[in-house]
């Protein structure tokens, strides 16, 4: 995907280029083509195409954090995760 992008790259350039040096084109003009032809729509397709490969990513991050938790729920002797509770005395009990 990426040797695509690179090729994309080059000849944008290479239009930019020859923009610049055309005896009526401007650097101005080169610029704008260099962004708008080969930037701008450059990263919106390797935005696009990440995509699936972003969502995979949460996913398994997501899956981990599930199977952390469950782990710890596991080892932890009180199953709940809270403080065990300490002996309590009522009012008028002395300890």
């Known amino acids: 995907m990426y040797i695509v ?8 350039l290479m239009m930019a280029v020859a923009e610049a040096t055309s005896s009526q084109g401007t650097v101005l ?5 260099f962004i708008l032809y080969g930037l701008l729509p450059l990263g919106i ?18 899956a981990a954090e599930a199977a952390a938790a469950a782990a710890a ?7 709940g995760g809270h403080a065990t ?3 309590v005395t009522s ?4 300890p």
């Open 45 to 62: 397709v390797l935005y696009l195409m990440g995509t699936p490969g972003r969502r995979r990513a949460r996913k398994a991050a997501e």
């Open 29 to 33: 003009g080169a610029v704008f083509t």
């Open 85 to 87: 509770g300490g002996a």
């Open 91 to 94: 009012e008028g009990e002395k």
């Open 5 to 12: 992008a690179i090729g994309w790259v080059y000849v944008v």
């Open 73 to 79: 729920a596991l080892t932890d002797p009180n199953g």
